[in-house]
């Protein structure tokens, strides 16, 4: 899927907002959000594609203080499906007035975490079967986890102190691997064009992703576009 490089535009509320609603409808959702907090800058970041009625609502009941699609996805590493949340009271209490404004509660969290403790979360949310759901999100997990590193990075480098933090230093090679990863090449394709084993390979790419704070090589890469390292394949 085509990828807007934040980093190349205004930093503004409208250009974030305006990506969200690409997502939303590349990935054929009924709505997107991000949200994230920069501890080290003290800033909260919070970009949605829901109604402003809704919007004023949740603020007005104080809902990000129990919302259970927050707190427990900011407390994980790993893609948060609000189907698999435990229906507490918490959660009763938000999707009982979601459900008032039209919003489901089929919907999907991506976690990112940065190197100075800095969390990101993307959500999408589609109103439909558990079945249709379940595909859906199979087809679209790679691309919501690229694109969530994709605007938890620009976000937070829109920050100055994030733009002073936010600069992993990689090696030649490591980000050569993760140029030809991004090209669409694998692990063995990149160990004979470089002459290396496909180990060295799994050695270097083990580095960027630590070095860059990514649970997988697709966030590795979306991260290292994200920042400038390497091109779009």
């Not at 979601?98 to 969290?109: N, R």
Request: aromatic letters at 8%; one cysteine or more.
């Amino acid at each position: 899927m085509d990828i807007v490089d934040l980093g190349t535009l205004p930093k503004s509320e409208a250009v974030y907002s305006d990506f969200l609603l690409q997502v939303r409808e590349k990935l054929e959702m009924d709505h997107a959000a991000y949200a994230g907090l920069n501890p080290a800058a003290g800033a909260i970041h919070g970009y949605v594609t829901y109604s402003d009625e809704w919007k004023l609502h949740y603020q007005e009941q104080g809902f990000h203080m129990i919302d259970p699609t927050l707190h427990m996805s900011q407390r994980s590493i790993a893609p948060v499906d609000w189907s698999r949340l435990e229906r507490s009271n918490d959660f009763r209490r938000v999707f009982r007035d979601a459900h008032d404004f039209g919003i489901g509660d089929q919907g999907l969290t991506i976690p990112v975490r940065g190197p100075y403790g800095d969390v990101g979360l993307l959500s999408v949310t589609r109103e439909c079967s558990t079945e249709e759901w379940q595909k859906l999100v199979r087809h679209v997990i790679g691309d919501l986890q690229s694109l969530a590193v994709h605007i938890h990075d620009t976000v937070m480098s829109s920050d100055m102190l994030g733009r002073i933090l936010y600069h992993p230093s990689l090696s030649t090679r490591e980000v050569e691997i993760l140029q030809w990863v991004a090209a669409g090449k694998s692990q063995q394709d990149i160990g004979d064009i470089l002459s290396i084993s496909h180990r060295t390979v799994e050695v270097h790419l083990r580095s960027s992703r630590e070095k860059l704070c990514a649970l997988t090589t697709a966030q590795a890469v979306g991260r290292a576009v994200g920042l400038g390292l390497i091109y779009p394949g």
